[in-house]
């Protein structure tokens, strides 16, 4: 028996971000590689990992000299292992100093991958793991990635799967978790709802950054299956009004070939500066963009809809009727409860769309249907 609730609700126009051209960012005194950049809050240290090849990756820093110029100071002293094969990378900081980290320590005995200590001029002392119910207790899954907010009380973890070497990524997610403690956080309840956009199942995709306002999500990504020479590697954002909405449709913000590829976005606290890393001539380099002014993105706004649905409950199928249409053809997308697209209907012009129940088990689902990516309802749906 299906069960069907729909409130209409319209979303604002989004804005999405926009960066002008590429600017080669220096680190005078390295020389090697320099990936997975991190600018601190206060944007004076800019923190990265060297070649990331899971058995000699360490973590170091730089201090800057100007936007486009960092002096290298070497180690990040506490954070890195000495015995190979060893790895530490991917460096997260908050706005009281806290400073995250990935590491393979004890894995896969520990499968609690995730580092914080507190770091103060080079230094992080009273290092602990983080744990929480978003990890994958399952052989090969591993927080590959992981954004921490300005605050330090939401993150944003990747959960990722690899093959038995390690070298070959098969799945990723990535959720939202809220702090609990120092050591602990626990994934929101709607993460998945906040996030659908995002987990896309023809991707891999991992590095999420959230931005101070925590309106912004910057990610990379590329296709599944087969990697050739012209697999894009893409940095995309997703965003939204408010920090309970869900975030937007992903724009593509920059891609290149896998074989210079492009990756882990991070802003300054100003958002006026996106860094990243990019692999030239066989050597990762961080590079930076000046941001520009928004592309405003607005959609005519739809009257109010009142949605009769009929019957409800329903035996083999129900009708999901508009009183009157909508301005343009619309999307509608069923979405299980953990985020994946189960259904979708889509250029859809006519004012009522007659649902079968067919393959939706019981549980609860979640309707939306769009005009132009744009979400104009988005409500549960409830399969008994």
Not at 184 to 210: C, E, G, H, M, R
Not at 227 to 232: A, D, R
């Amino acid at each position: 028996m299906l069960c069907l609730t729909i409130i209409t609700s319209f979303a604002k126009g989004q804005n999405y971000p926009s960066y002008g051209p590429e600017k080669k960012v220096t680190i005078t005194g390295l020389d090697f590689d320099a990936m997975e950049p991190f600018i601190s809050p206060n944007d004076n240290y800019l923190f990265f990992n060297n070649l990331n090849n899971g058995t000699t990756t360490k973590l170091y820093y730089a201090t800057k000299v100007n936007d486009s110029t960092f002096n290298f100071v070497g180690e990040l002293n506490g954070t890195n292992q000495t015995t190979p094969p060893y790895l530490d990378a991917v460096p997260d900081i908050d706005n009281l100093n806290n400073f995250y980290w990935t590491s393979t320590r004890g894995y896969p005995a520990n499968y609690h991958n995730l580092h914080v200590g507190k770091f103060n001029n080079g230094n992080v002392t009273n290092i602990k793991r983080i744990y929480g119910d978003f990890y994958i207790y399952s052989p090969n899954w591993i927080i590959m990635y992981h954004g921490i907010s300005y605050d330090g009380q939401y993150l944003y973890y990747n959960n990722a799967k690899f093959d038995e070497s390690g070298s070959e990524i098969y799945e990723t997610r990535i959720g939202l978790a809220q702090k609990v403690n120092d050591t602990t956080f626990a994934k929101l309840y709607n993460s998945d709802i906040l996030l659908q956009t995002v987990n896309d199942n023809n991707y891999i995709y991992y590095a999420p950054f959230i931005t101070k306002d925590n309106l912004e999500l910057y990610y990379t990504r590329f296709p599944k299956g087969e990697i050739t020479v012209n697999t894009l590697v893409e940095i995309c954002v997703v965003v939204r009004n408010t920090s309970s909405d869900n975030f937007s449709s992903p724009k593509v913000l920059f891609s290149e070939p896998v074989t210079s590829i492009i990756e882990a976005p991070t802003l300054t606290t100003n958002m006026q500066i996106m860094y990243y890393h990019k692999k030239i001539e066989g050597v990762h380099k961080i590079m930076m963009r000046y941001r520009q002014a928004a592309t405003n993105i607005t959609y005519k706004k739809e009257p109010q809809h009142n949605i009769t649905i009929a019957p409800n409950p329903m035996n083999n199928s129900t009708v999901v009727k508009f009183d009157n249409k909508l301005s343009e053809p619309y999307t509608l997308t069923i979405i299980d409860n953990i985020g994946q697209k189960v259904r979708a209907y889509n250029n859809i012009s006519a004012s009522q769309l007659e649902i079968y129940k067919e393959t939706l088990k019981s549980g609860l689902y979640l309707i939306q249907i769009c005009i132009r990516e744009t979400i104009v309802v988005n409500q549960k749906l409830i399969v008994k």
